[in-house]
């Protein structure tokens, strides 16, 4: 009795993550344009952390951009209030970065990874590694 009890136990835990995506859906992430040159803005979507970001970022430069692993993404507009009619939070990200910006990203640095600091970069590359090994990550 006690190791039926375990597996049924077992098996209703094993399907709490469905039941929340089937509760909540899996809000997808929204990119739109921006004024500068190539340049976009990303609104969270389902797991918003900073690396799902990046992660966001490196794929749409990739397929929106051809950009190649080596091109650097700049933070241009940091973690807030979406300037492109997203709703909810987003972040703004460019692949052609003005002198201010690069004189920001001179001072930008750390060995975190963020969002927040505007000047923040990393290679689209480094960015796609965010990405994991999910079913998605070679998606273009």
């Not at 509760?23 to 952390?49: C, D, T, Y």
């Not at 997203?86 to 201010?100: E, H, I, K, N, Y």
Request: proline share 4%.
């Amino acid at each position: 009795m006690r190791h039926v009890l375990i597996i049924a136990l077992s098996a209703a835990i094993s399907l709490l993550p469905g039941v929340a995506v089937s509760q909540f859906g899996n809000v997808p992430w929204r990119v739109a344009e921006l004024p500068e040159p190539r340049s976009f803005e990303i609104a969270e979507g389902f797991s918003a952390m900073t690396s799902r970001f990046w992660c966001e970022a490196g794929r749409y430069a990739v397929k929106k951009y051809g950009a190649t692993g080596s091109e650097r993404i700049y933070v241009l507009n940091p973690y807030g209030a979406s300037v492109a009619g997203l709703r909810g939070r987003a972040v703004g990200f460019t692949l052609s970065p003005d002198q201010a910006l690069l004189e920001k990203a001179a001072n930008a640095g750390g060995n975190s990874l963020s969002v927040k600091m505007v000047g923040y970069n990393i290679s689209v590359g480094h960015a796609r590694g965010y990405c994991g090994l999910d079913a998605n990550v070679f998606r273009m």
